[in-house]
């Protein structure tokens, strides 16, 4: 009985390698890399799933002094490969993009015979010291790359009209 138990278990096995091609993961899905102001290193962004992709950072004013980065913010670039500038992704024609905070995917521009050198991606009304989430939906086979950030964004109090002797007043139409 036990020999016959072991010739199912090892012919389940042969089974299962046989019906298995070797190829376990599509190779062409691969997360792409960042490098600007928030890395000082390309980096891999991290795969949620086959065209999701999520990078987070946390904003320091030191940042701002990298990449052309405006003040309060951050210059950076995605790039498909960790070693070249092949394929990147950005603004058109050394044109930066900007993102604003919270807002709509924005769809960048893929480095092509019209567009050699993408301009930066741009954040800026960043605060110190908080997180910001940058999500990307890569559209790897049709080199479309959109992305939005999330995050703390600056709240501008509501300006109130003072006169010269300080006191306050309404803004009316006449």
């Known amino acids: 009985m036990k020999k016959l138990l072991s010739v199912f278990a090892a012919a389940a096995v042969l089974f299962g390698f046989a019906s298995c091609s070797g190829d376990l993961h599509d190779d062409s899905i691969k997360p792409l890399y960042i490098d600007g102001a928030m890395s000082t290193t390309r980096t891999a962004i991290t795969m949620i799933d086959d065209t999701t992709q999520e990078y987070e950072f946390t904003y320091e004013s030191g940042m701002s002094k990298e990449w052309g980065s405006p003040a309060a913010g951050v210059a950076f670039k995605f790039i498909k490969s960790a070693a070249a500038w092949t394929d990147d992704f950005g603004g058109k024609q050394d044109e930066p993009v900007y993102l604003n905070i919270?807002?709509?995917f924005v769809t960048l521009e893929a480095r092509s015979g019209s567009n050699s050198n993408p301009g930066n991606v741009v954040i800026d009304n960043?605060?110190?010291g908080e997180k910001y989430k940058l999500i990307l939906d890569y559209d790897a086979a049709n080199k479309i790359v959109k992305?939005?950030?999330?995050?703390?964004?600056i709240d501008f109090p509501e300006l109130k009209l003072i006169d010269e002797g300080g006191k306050e007043y309404p803004l009316t139409r006449s």
């Open 126 to 128: 960043l605060t110190p």
């Open 102 to 104: 919270n807002d709509d």
């Open 147 to 153: 992305v939005k950030v999330t995050g703390a964004a």
